[in-house]
Nanobody
Framework: VQLQASGGGLVQAGGSLKLSCAAS????????MGWFRQAPGKKREFVAY????????YYADSVKGRFTISRDSAKNTGYLQMNSLKPEDTAVYSC?????????????????????WGQGTLVTVSS
């Protein structure tokens, strides 16, 4: 499985961006796609994940109500719609996925649960 993230860029505070993560090489049957971010000088942190087959979603508190994760199964593509962006959202955003059996809602906030990773896409939010 290969993941290709895109959609990053420079946006003013309060603006919006939509990131995409295109998967190729194998379809997702019962798996999870997640987004993580890493700001300069900080550790990587969980942003959101979606259970691919069922559409269940889970968000970090810091983005809840502002970001929306979704997927288009026909296109094997996941999305992260980011609204009301803040300067503290500035980071490299990476998508990740796993085809392992779903273990439960709390596991997928941990990057170690993911098998496949895409390259990051930089999001810069200016104040």
């Amino acid at each position: 499985v290969q993941l290709q993230a895109s959609g990053g860029g420079l946006v003013q505070a309060g603006g919006s961006l939509k990131l995409s993560c295109a998967a190729s090489g194998r379809t997702f049957s019962s798996s999870v796609m997640g987004w993580f971010r890493q700001a300069p000088g900080k550790k990587r942190e969980f942003v959101a994940y979606i259970r691919w087959s069922f559409g269940n979603t889970y968000y970090a508190d810091s983005v809840k109500g502002r970001f929306t994760i979704s997927r288009d199964s026909a296109k094997n593509t996941g999305y992260l719609q980011m609204n009301s962006l803040k300067p503290e959202d500035t980071a490299v955003y990476s998508c990740a996925a796993t085809n392992n059996v779903y273990r439960g809602i709390s596991y997928y906030t941990d990057a170690s649960e993911y098998v496949y990773w895409g390259q990051g896409t930089l999001v810069t939010v200016s104040s």
